[in-house]
């Protein structure tokens, strides 16, 4: 049918030159453009009965080439799937958190469970729900021409406004694109892929900690120092806010890193974020009398901040930092 696909399988995992990166960031090769020649534009956009003959053509040509593609990245697919099995599974709130604390954890599991899932399944439906929109119209023209009022149903379904066949297609080509990138970027950073969801499993299991086993140890140490029960609220309140600002940060680094961006340095900035993590348990727990905790690794974030080549890379990353720059002790 003259669709191709170009793999990066073999692409390296880590540590790319900038030729190497330019490559992987190139969309796959997937060329809707063969198919659309085999129609006449013109006449389809003339003609709603061409319009949805030709969609439901172009529907199950995707459909088999999505089927094929599935075949034949069926290993990688349920590497994918092993991996983030875990992320799939329903949500159940934690009636230790929050509902505002819970919202997050649920919704950081969402984001990694759709961006990462690599099945067929999900273009499929959005590619069958176009197909099915197009046999609908057949079906009204069958009802319609068994209708007395033929000819004025018929004028209000020809009426009926429809996207540009041309940019419909593309549009599902795009579907089609978007889960082979989902493939393509596993396939070439498995090991990645698998630290950052251990990343976000590490982080829920150290705030579920916090809000357990670490607020005991604050209220015994308060104890111990004969620190009254309100007290005792508003300090651990102030660090409930900080430790939850801190969990507000990470899905918006991972949501970019999963673009492709920051590939070099996101796990090197995993490693900041979770130093200034302790560094505000340490100050709650056995400090607590400056303004905010101390960020050792403020300069490390500099640096890598500076050493970024991307425009794009630089001014995410000032923004997203910006609390823990701005942090004086």
């Known amino acids: 049918m003259g669709l191709v696909v170009r793999s990066f399988v073999d692409a390296p995992k880590f540590n790319f030159t900038d030729e190497e990166f330019v490559l992987f960031s190139a969309p796959p090769n997937f060329d809707y453009r063969p198919l659309l020649k085999k129609f006449d534009a013109a006449a389809i956009a003339k003609s709603p009965i061409k319009y949805f003959d030709a969609l439901l053509n172009v529907a199950d040509e995707l459909l088999k080439f999505l089927e094929e593609y599935g075949a034949a990245q069926k290993e990688t697919i349920a590497e994918g799937l092993k991996l983030t099995l875990k992320l799939k599974a329903k949500y159940v709130d934690d009636p230790k958190l929050t509902p505002e604390e819970n919202f997050l954890f649920a919704e950081r599991q969402k984001f990694l469970a759709q961006r990462l899932d690599l099945s067929t399944d999900a273009p499929a439906k959005k590619i069958l729900s ?21 000819v004025h149903d018929l004028a209000e379904l020809q009426a009926e406004p429809r996207a540009e066949f041309e940019f419909l297609v593309e549009n599902l080509a795009r579907i089609i694109l978007d889960a082979q990138r989902k493939v393509d970027f596993f396939a070439a950073h498995k090991n990645f892929v698998s630290a950052v969801v251990n990343f976000h499993s590490e982080w829920h299991d150290a705030y579920k900690s916090f809000k357990t086993g670490l607020r005991e140890e604050f209220f015994a140490i308060c104890r111990k120092e004969n620190i009254g029960e309100e007290i005792f609220v508003a300090r651990y309140e102030d660090w409930r806010t900080k430790r939850f600002e801190l969990e507000e940060k990470i899905l918006p680094l991972v949501a970019f890193v999963l673009k492709g961006n920051l590939l070099d340095a996101a796990e090197k900035i995993f490693k900041i974020l979770r130093a200034y993590r302790e560094a505000v348990d340490k100050f709650y727990l056995h400090e607590r009398k400056n303004v905010c905790p101390k960020f050792a690794a403020a300069d490390d974030l500099q640096k890598i901040i500076s050493s970024r080549k991307k425009t794009e890379e630089k001014i995410f990353l000032l923004r997203w930092a910006e609390p823990f720059l701005n942090c004086e002790s």
């Open 130 to 150: 176009v197909k099915a929109q197009a046999e609908n119209f057949f079906a009204q023209l069958d009802a319609i021409n068994s209708d007395n009022r033929s």
